[in-house]
């Protein structure tokens, strides 16, 4: 079983390279032109010529500083407003019928008003992955405060806690399993709004790079972005991973 077990990561590597190959035979096979189907050795051209260059990285830390600064704001406004909405009943009820509306709409079709209101500039990208980010950070802080045992609010009053302490000491660490939950779903939706606001009114950034490779028929290009955009997803994704592990490491040793 031991054995077994050590094999797993290798079964990955061994889809990525199967998957590989797969793509290689039908770019090579298929008889479609490289602007359509590009095969695996032309992305790695592309990719080799956009890292010797710095565009790719330009490009890419121009994404992440839009993603991280997105992601920040809307998760602290999420958090609080999602703390008050769990507080309050009265005040769910007035601003639900406003947060689900602001849901129904998709963020493609508000992304151009955002930008003709406050510009091309990062301002835009930003408050857009703020706003796909808001949502789901709020609904599971509502949650994880609501999931907090009505017992343990009664051991905290039993000891004469202050509101401060209560949420220091009971409500937060309570309800962060859940909240972190909500973090692993945004940073990934936060690469989309980054993508989004850029596809909309950029010069710069992975969406720019995407559209630019799209104009030129340069399908090469447009693989390595997607490719980064997918890096990046993931190397945020794992951050969040790390960070729960550390934070919940008393989960671990229940």
């Not at 189907?37 to 994404?63: E, F, M, Q, W």
């Not at 958090?79 to 998709?106: D, F, N, W």
Request: proline share 4%.
């Amino acid at each position: 079983m031991k054995n077994i077990l050590n094999r797993i990561p290798w079964l990955g590597l061994m889809s990525i390279l199967a998957g590989l190959l797969a793509w290689w035979l039908v770019a090579r096979y298929s008889g479609l032109p490289r602007f359509i189907l590009p095969s695996p050795l032309d992305v790695r051209t592309s990719l080799i010529k956009a890292l010797g260059n710095g565009t790719l990285l330009y490009h890419t830390c121009i994404t992440l500083m839009e993603i991280v600064l997105g992601m920040l704001a809307g998760v602290a406004f999420a958090t609080v407003v999602g703390y008050m909405l769990a507080k309050s009943r009265t005040l769910e009820k007035i601003l639900s019928p406003y947060l689900v509306a602001s849901q129904a709409i998709p963020i493609v079709a508000i992304a151009p008003l955002l930008v003709i209101w406050l510009g091309g500039g990062i301002l835009s990208k930003v408050l857009i992955c703020a706003l796909i980010v808001f949502f789901p950070v709020l609904v599971n802080t509502v949650v994880g405060v609501r999931a907090v045992p009505a017992a343990l609010y009664d051991l905290m009053n039993s000891v004469r806690a202050t509101k401060l302490q209560i949420l220091l000491k009971l409500e937060i660490p309570a309800s962060m399993p859940i909240l972190l939950g909500g973090l692993r779903i945004g940073v990934t939706l936060s690469v989309i709004g980054a993508v989004v606001g850029e596809l909309v009114n950029a010069k710069q950034g992975l969406g720019y790079l995407l559209q630019l490779g799209d104009f030129q028929y340069d399908t090469s290009m447009v693989y390595v972005a997607v490719f980064a955009l997918i890096l990046l997803a993931l190397g945020l994704y794992g951050i969040v991973a790390w960070v729960e592990r550390k934070v919940l490491v008393w989960q671990e040793k229940k």
